[in-house]
């Protein structure tokens, strides 16, 4: 019975042995996640709207790049007009994306733009980290901010995330996932947020603690949200 007990202490002995080695080199086995927060720089080169959304962990903000118009016309010049999406974008969101484009394109005189910019330009729109497959009508409003940016020349010079679903009648739509994009906003320290009206609700049922220092534009249309980002009021129908 002894001889038992000490060949069962023993293969514990080894079973923690082999336990503890395991342990300690559990990153050549096992797959964790690399965080890498991106500090976006906002210049002449380049025109930059951050995207509020995130992962399962809650953690990334992605952020949507689009050529600034003297490199599309550099890249571009013989192909004519149109829109290009690349990012490993899902069908909702390509479909996100369209909307926005069209919606933008209906409506540059009112956002102070030149209206025959997008008759002019291929616009190349990139969501970054391309590998990482993305999905969802969130990017809605940021990406037609970007096109109204480009074709209005104007861009931000501030830390701004936002999130929102955009129709073609330049309706905001709630999103989801309201609690984790503000999260993710307060971790890379952006604290003006653009969010649907729609979702109010949502943010002021947020504990005090992540809601403090953050200014918010609540949107119900993409007027609001261009006065909002623009700090200036649409031309008048």
Do not use: W
């Not at 080695?21 to 976006?40: P, R």
């Not at 990406?143 to 830390?159: D, E, G, H, Q």
């Not at 049922?205 to 200036?232: I, K, M, N, Q």
């Amino acid at each position: 019975m002894r001889g038992d007990s000490s060949a069962a202490l023993a293969g514990e002995g080894a079973f923690a042995e082999r336990f503890i080695t395991l342990s300690a080199n559990a990153n050549k086995f096992i797959q964790t996640a690399d965080y890498q927060f991106v500090q976006l720089s906002l210049g002449a080169n380049a025109d930059y709207r951050i995207g509020n959304t995130y992962d399962h962990t809650g953690d990334p903000v992605l952020n949507q790049h689009a050529f600034p118009p003297d490199l599309i016309a550099q890249l571009h010049f013989k192909v004519g007009y149109g829109f290009k999406l690349t990012g490993k974008l899902g069908e909702v969101m390509r479909e996100s994306a369209e909307i926005a484009y069209s919606y933008t394109m209906s409506h540059l005189a009112r956002y102070h733009a030149d209206p025959a910019f997008l008759d002019e330009a291929l616009i190349h729109l990139h969501v970054p980290e391309g590998a990482t497959p993305k999905d969802g009508p969130s990017a809605g409003v940021t990406m037609a901010t970007a096109l109204v940016s480009l074709a209005s020349k104007r861009s931000i010079n501030r830390p701004l995330a936002m999130t929102g679903e955009l129709t073609l009648t330049g309706q905001v739509l709630p999103v989801g996932g309201i609690r984790e994009k503000v999260i993710a906003a307060r971790r890379i320290g952006i604290r003006e947020l653009v969010l649907p009206d729609a979702n109010r609700k949502d943010f002021d049922e947020l504990p005090e603690y992540l809601r403090e220092g953050f200014e918010v534009h609540f949107a119900r249309c993409y007027d609001d949200v261009y006065s909002a980002v623009f700090r200036t009021e649409p031309a008048a129908q």
